[in-house]
Nanobody, 115 residues
Framework: QVQLVESGGGLVQTGGSLRLSCAASGSIFQIRHMGWYRQAPEKQRDLVASITSGGSTNYADSVKGRFTISRDNAKNTVYLQMNSLKPEDTAVYYC?????????WGKGTLVTVSS
């Protein structure tokens, strides 16, 4: 079992920044990839960014150049630095951990970007 706890969401104005954190606990040795997804009201949950155990990253086109995913293996934590935020970034952001045969999800943290 892997437990994920997100933090760092909140209300920010257009152009502002936030940093999300996702702390993993439990069977963390099983984790291969970690990522951040987001879900806006009445929309599907989409990948925002992901990072492999080796540090390779992948981003949705809509956030490239604005968001940065990173991980601190010593703290078992993954971060999402979000800059130049736009109203369309408003969503619940979920942390995801892939252990190969299944994925684990956090409960999510709300990010609201006001115009």
């Amino acid at each position: 079992q892997v437990q994920l706890v997100e933090s760092g969401g909140g209300l920010v104005q257009t152009g502002g920044s936030l940093r999300l954190s996702c702390a993993a606990s439990g069977s963390i040795f099983q984790i291969r990839h970690m990522g951040w997804y987001r879900q806006a009201p009445e929309k599907q949950r989409d990948l925002v960014a992901s990072i492999t155990s080796g540090g390779s990253t992948n981003y949705a086109d809509s956030v490239k150049g604005r968001f940065t995913i990173s991980r601190d293996n010593a703290k078992n934590t993954v971060y999402l630095q979000m800059n130049s935020l736009k109203p369309e970034d408003t969503a619940v952001y979920y942390c995801n951990a892939d252990v190969g045969w299944r994925a684990y999800w956090g409960k999510g943290t709300l990010v609201t970007v006001s115009s």
